[in-house]
């Protein structure tokens, strides 16, 4: 099989209520750019990166798949997918201007689309391609009702709907810059949801160390399954200070671009819940180990969806390590196969591939250029 063209796009889908804002975000549409890889045995691979929909960033990703991937793909095997990807990651003019940001969300939008080839090739879901079992049925946690920009009674009435809905466990945002606001939004949330689901917080890297630590003294008050981004993103000796000095469980990994990064913060012991984003990492293939190196230290693995949990989800049924994954419904409308939850858990995918491939329909309605 050989790659004969590759396609790029972008795409802008409105997010839940079309404005969601956490402590660092304020966004109206979720990005999507990606690409469509077409092979000459008709088999097309479809593979994207998520983004906060700011058009000029967004053509920076779609442009780097068309002039520095593109090339090098072109009359390619796509089944050899790991060789591929170190070929592209350590192409000399592209690795040098890369290795994290745009270059490597590009590389994972590639990298998704090459593995959603191999496993239509195989006629296979892609987590029976990567070992996983049927019967592996992952507890899905809601994030989309969580958001800062709700009031505190569309905060509780969220967390109580979700409850009914079947979730055991749902995410909040924090980060407001009167800590004490946050604090009131945790108690009101444990208080409405009761003892039994989980809750989780998230600061998005929004504070500094000493909030942080005073923050999260106070999260075991409530029961806080963790505390996610709490400071930081990039500051490993700082997480490691604050999992010394509270005893709410750590959680992070969204924001980080190599295997390597994920390899520091865990030798610090400076993160107990591991997050790695495929879709950040430089697609399934490194995503793959950084669950890996997780699993190795016996850490537990949570996926971040940036993907709107398409590609996780079978990242996280096929991997003993993963125990959770995040629900966000936004592009749901947009796949032939969209993630599904039903009592708290995701149903297992059945279409071969990787549950990326879009409905023609995404394309006409979304699109932007
Ligand atoms: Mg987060």
Redesign the pocket.
């Known amino acids: 099989m050989k790659i004969t063209q590759l396609n790029p796009f972008i795409l802008h889908v409105p997010v839940t209520g079309n404005r969601i804002a956490d402590s660092s975000n304020r966004i109206t549409h979720w990005g999507t750019v990606g690409v469509i890889v077409e092979t000459d045995a008709g088999l097309r691979g479809f593979g994207y990166t998520g983004t906060l929909g700011y058009g000029p960033a967004d053509r920076l990703i779609r442009d780097c798949i068309a002039d520095c991937y593109a090339p090098i793909l072109l009359g390619k095997d796509p089944l050899g997918v790991r060789h591929l990807w170190q070929t592209m990651f350590n192409f000399p003019g592209i690795r040098w201007v890369g290795r994290a940001g745009v270059t490597q969300m590009a590389l994972a939008a590639v990298d998704v689309a090459l593995w959603d080839i191999k496993a239509k090739a195989a006629e296979m879901p892609l987590w029976k391609l990567l070992g996983g079992s049927e019967t592996e049925r992952i507890e899905a946690y809601n994030t989309d009702g969580g958001w800062l920009s709700l009031s505190d009674d569309e905060l509780v009435e969220g967390a109580k709907q979700m409850v009914e809905g079947g979730f055991r466990g749902i995410k909040i945002k924090i980060g407001s810059p009167d800590p004490g606001n946050d604090l009131r939004r945790i108690e009101a949330v444990r208080h409405a949801i009761g003892a039994d689901v989980k809750l989780m917080v998230?600061a998005?890297a929004c504070w500094d160390l000493p909030t942080a630590i005073r923050v999260g003294r106070r999260l075991a008050d409530w029961d806080v399954f963790w505390f996610?981004?709490p400071i930081c993103c990039d500051d490993v000796s700082g997480h490691a200070t604050l999992v010394r000095s509270t005893d709410t469980a750590v959680a992070l990994g969204?924001q980080l671009y190599s295997v390597d990064a994920f390899r520091h913060f865990i030798e610090a012991g400076a993160v107990h819940f591991v997050?790695p984003d495929a879709t950040r990492l430089g697609g399934v293939t490194p995503c793959w180990q950084a669950i890996d190196l997780a699993a190795s230290h016996r850490l537990p693995v949570v996926c971040?969806a940036a993907d709107m949990m398409q590609i996780h989800q079978h990242l996280s049924i096929a991997h003993p390590a993963c125990t959770m994954l995040e629900y966000i419904p936004w592009l749901r409308q947009c796949f032939e196969e969209p993630a599904t939850v039903e009592g708290g858990r995701f149903l297992v995918p059945q279409m071969p591939g990787a549950a990326t491939t879009l409905k023609p329909d995404a394309l006409e309605r979304f699109a932007v250029s």
Request: proline share 0%.
């Open positions: 998230d998005n996610e981004e969204e997050q971040h």
